[in-house]
């Protein structure tokens, strides 16, 4: 029986439960689980995303979690390239890109290279962007209050 190599990505910022079920759920699907960490610039560039937790500190933080094996910095927006870099067999995804344009290209590119894409379910209730918007609605309030004291 061959090793199947598991790895699943994201940003991995403001960590949250559903962070954590796709690590768990990957783990429990293979012998071997690499997570890989988009870094801060791929976020800005692919995303448009200030991240709040910088690439280093996010890598830590998964690379302290008992399920992972290794962290993988990515540094390209091509999943190819991580592949080159990891050497992975499968490839473990929310589910919200199930049937995208995004999950179909993937999937066609990682059958050519032998890698199965596994979806699992997506965390609905709870995502980096929710709570990205929380805190900026907190801090927003936060500015507004300063601001109305100083005029008093």
């Not at 990957?26 to 910088?54: H, T, W």
């Not at 399920?67 to 050497?87: L, Q, Y």
């Not at 995208?100 to 379910?121: D, H, I, M, N, S």
Request: hydrophobic residues 40%.
């Amino acid at each position: 029986m061959s090793l199947r190599i598991g790895y699943a990505a994201g940003a991995f910022d403001l960590f949250h439960i559903g962070h954590l079920n796709i690590l768990r759920h990957a783990k429990e699907n293979c012998d071997v689980l690499v997570a890989g960490v988009v870094s801060d610039e791929m976020l800005r560039q692919v995303k448009g995303i200030q991240p709040i937790v910088p690439t280093d500190e996010r890598a830590e933080i998964v690379r302290s979690i008992a399920f992972v094996d290794r962290v993988h910095v990515e540094t390209t927006p091509d999943k190819i390239d991580a592949w080159n870099s990891v050497g992975f067999t499968h490839f473990f995804k929310g589910d919200d890109w199930r049937g995208t344009e995004k999950g179909l290209r993937l999937e066609r590119e990682f059958a050519q290279v032998g890698v199965e894409v596994v979806y699992f379910p997506y965390t609905a209730h709870t995502s980096s962007t929710h709570l990205r918007r929380a805190l900026d609605q907190v801090l927003q309030a936060a500015d507004e209050h300063e601001k109305a004291i100083a005029n008093g």
